[in-house]
């Protein structure tokens, strides 16, 4: 089992900035592809970013690639999704996930554990 909490969601205006972490406990946290997800209100969860077991690669959506930056520090069991020049459409409630196997992941059942995810609100 991994356990995950997600931290650092926020208000902030359009053109800033917020980095998002995920700390996860419970088992080897450097043998589980980790990822980012996002839900909007009265939207499906789509994906956002991934990252490998020892972060030489990274997958992102097109709506949010050359503005996040996903990243992996497993001394700490923590990934991080640094949000640059935000806009309102990337405001939703963000989830952090994770994968168990060696391969990277965009759909959400390619994960098996779930954060409770955090709120992202970027105003205009």
């Known amino acids: 089992q991994v356990q995950l909490v997600e931290s650092g969601g926020g208000l902030v205006q359009a053109g800033g900035s917020l980095r998002l972490s995920c700390t996860a406990s419970?088992?080897?946290?450097?043998?589980?592809?980790m990822g980012w997800f996002r839900q909007a209100p009265g939207k499906e969860r789509e994906f956002v970013a991934a990252?490998?077991?020892?972060?030489?690669?990274?997958y992102y959506a097109d709506s949010v690639k050359g503005r996040f930056t996903i990243s992996r520090d497993n001394a700490k069991n923590t990934v991080y999704l640094q949000m640059n020049s935000l806009k309102p459409e990337d405001t939703a409630v963000y989830y952090c996930?994770?994968?168990?196997?060696?391969?990277?992941?965009?759909?959400?059942?390619?994960?098996?554990?779930w954060g409770q995810g955090t709120q992202v609100t970027v105003s205009s």
């Open positions: 996930a994770g994968r168990t196997a060696a391969t990277m992941g965009k759909g959400r059942d390619d994960y098996d554990y």
């Open positions: 419970g088992r080897t946290f450097s043998n589980v592809v």
């Open positions: 990252i490998s077991w020892f972060g030489g690669r990274t």
